[in-house]
Nanobody, 119 residues
């Protein structure tokens, strides 16, 4: 499985960016797709997660408290893609953003994409 992320860049505080990530390869069932980020000198942290529903549950999303109300995660199941719409960006959002996918409870990571928010 390969993941290709794109959409990072340099933006001023208050601006917006949209990250995209598409998975390719042998994909049967996607349990979840998500975005993590890692700022210099810090540990990688979860930003947003989109979990596939089951016969009894709907799809669900979860966000880090620091991005709630500003970031939105979405998926296109036909394309095995996940997106992260980031609005009202802050300098503290500056980090390398990584997408990942849980396929059959195996985690696959994409290459990171740099997001830099200037003040």
């Amino acid at each position: 499985v390969q993941l290709q992320a794109s959409g990072g860049g340099l933006v001023q505080a208050g601006g917006s960016l949209r990250l995209s990530c598409a998975a390719s390869g042998s994909i049967l069932r996607v349990n979840a797709m998500g975005w993590f980020r890692q700022a210099p000198g810090k540990q990688r942290e979860l930003v947003a997660l989109h979990t596939t529903g089951t016969m009894l549950t709907d799809d669900s999303t979860a966000y880090a408290d620091s991005v709630k109300g500003r970031f939105t995660i979405s998926r296109d199941n036909a394309k095995n893609a996940v997106y992260l719409q980031m609005n009202s960006l802050k300098p503290e959002d500056t980090a390398v953003y990584y997408c990942n996918v849980d396929i059959g409870f195996r985690i696959h990571w994409g290459q990171g994409t740099q997001v830099t928010v200037s003040s």
